[in-house]
């Protein structure tokens, strides 16, 4: 916090806070400010930036109690669910972070297909309470993201080809808005926050501290299968892999990874399908046996459940290492992004970071995408992750990812709000949207939070990395 900003904000002000909350409050100076200002973020490269102060709410009306406050002494908001945006979107300067890490219950209504659940619900709970139940989500592919920030983004997690987008199972959520007003919304009451609740991700203009989930019965067979080739093959392997996309099902998800050339692996094609019966994930799987014949390693498809899949994935990505990542939406086909990918990670200077191309489920064009936030979509997903240990290689690494940004420049028409960096540019965020769903939600923030109380989209132009 700037001196002006200390200045501002009394210490009879923050005491006054402290006070009206039984959630823990650290004001920016206090001894334990730093190890809670690290907390805040999964990524162990911690930002560069400072908010006034990090307040874990105990529940709903303290979330109500602390934008009131907020708003009373002129701080802007913002809100971490669990952490595991790689840009720290939450750690925000001279802000009042409110850490939502104890809104955490689940509530499933089985006969109804329905789950209650906290913002700080994490994946693999989600997904494991779930499967008690004969239940399934369409919870994100790394096992301790939170559903708060995932579900506001969007969410593409497993089984999405046939689930649709997590936000689009939204039923109904509880905000408060800026105002620090308590709010329910759904498509019938407070629709524009609807709309905007359901994939604005850090931009949006309201604490989410309930979502109530539409289920899906879990598919009883889901098979995984992982295909290895050498790192030469990439280009040789384009014309199989864009057969298989042309004939694969919704039901079956393929990831296809890169890694670089000082890592023990080269390329990998993960496939999982999802389905009722053992016969018919067998029939899913049929169209990679001329991949399975050309892999130098194969590791036969094997049942699976949502938590061993969340595990699986979530092995490549450990807790306490660096990270510098963006993610990319491109009109180019997976196969020819997956030699693009290759050669990327060639280069990569740490042996832990990992590319990434997902190509986008078979739409049904009898089923047109609910109208919400989340707009932007394309043929394929890349992601460019660096991962590595030690701060003394974080010029190296972040010097990496800004050459292939360059790179993939060209081939670039959009990007991911859940996962991109926001501070890379200044028109990012803007760019996660279609240009009309990014006016409307701009709009719509003028309208609800015309006083900007919650800090919303950040700028590069006026944030550190």
């Known amino acids: ?9 009394s210490t009879a002000a923050w005491s006054a806070l402290r006070a009206d909350v039984r959630g823990e409050l650290c004001v920016r100076g206090e001894p334990s400010y730093e190890a809670r200002r690290a907390a805040l973020s999964w990524n ?9 102060a990090i307040l874990r709410v105990a529940d709903a009306d303290e979330v109500a109690c602390a934008v009131r406050w907020a ?3 002129g701080l802007r908001v913002a809100v971490r669910s ?16 409110l850490d939502l890490g104890a809104l955490c219950t689940i509530e499933v209504d089985v006969e109804a297909r329905v789950a209650r659940v906290g913002p700080a619900v994490e994946n693999l709970a989600l997904a494991v309470e779930l499967a008690s139940h004969g239940l399934a989500f369409p919870v994100g592919h790394c096992p301790s993201v939170a559903v708060g920030g995932y579900l ?16 689009a199972r939204v039923r109904s959520l509880e905000i408060v808005d800026a105002r620090g007003e308590q ?11 609807y709309w905007a609740a359901r994939g604005a991700g ?4 309201g604490v989410a501290t309930r979502f109530e989930l539409e289920l899906a019965p879990l598919p009883r067979a889901i098979h995984s299968l992982a295909l290895s080739f050498p790192r030469e093959a990439v280009h040789a392997l384009e014309p199989e892999v864009e057969a298989l996309l042309a004939r694969r099902s919704a039901a079956l998800e393929l990831t296809l990874l890169a890694f670089p050339a000082r890592s023990a692996r080269e390329l990998q094609l993960l496939a999982v399908a999802f389905a009722d019966s053992e016969r018919e994930a067998q029939e899913l799987l049929a169209p990679l046996a001329p991949l399975v014949a050309r892999a130098a390693h194969v590791e036969a498809a094997q049942a699976m459940s949502f938590a061993s899949l969340l595990q699986g994935l979530g092995a490549l990505f450990p807790a306490g290492r660096r990270h510098g990542v963006d993610v990319l939406y491109s009109e180019r086909t997976a196969g020819a992004l997956w030699s693009a990918v290759a050669t990327a990670l060639r280069a990569a200077p740490s042996p ?23 707009s932007l979509f394309a043929p394929s997903f890349v992601g460019l992750y660096g991962q590595w240990e030690h701060a003394r290689d974080d010029a190296e690494n972040l010097a990496w990812l800004d050459a292939q940004r360059a790179a993939f420049r060209a081939s670039t028409c959009g990007h991911y709000v859940g996962e991109t960096d926001l501070y890379a540019e200044r028109t990012r965020a803007q760019r996660c949207f279609t240009p009309e769903a990014f006016e409307r939600l701009r709009a719509l923030r003028e309208r609800w939070d015309p006083r900007g109380v919650f800090a919303g989209f950040p700028l590069s132009a006026d944030a550190k990395r």
């Open 152 to 167: 506001l983004s969007g969410g593409f997690g497993w089984n999405s080809g046939v689930f649709g987008p997590a936000c």
């Open 71 to 73: 708003r009373e002494h």
């Open 352 to 374: 832990h970071a990992l590319g990434m191309v997902v190509p986008a489920p078979p739409l049904d064009p009898g089923a047109p995408l609910a109208d919400m936030a989340l």
């Open 183 to 193: 709010v329910h919304v759904d498509a019938q009451r407070e629709p524009e926050l």
């Open 82 to 97: 669990g952490g595991h945006s790689w840009c720290g979107a939450s750690v925000r300067d001279e802000a009042l972070v």
């Open 44 to 52: 162990a490269r911690v930002p560069a930036r400072h908010p006034a």
């Open 1 to 9: 916090m700037s001196g002006g900003e200390r200045d501002r904000v």
């Open 202 to 205: 850090a931009g949006f203009f």
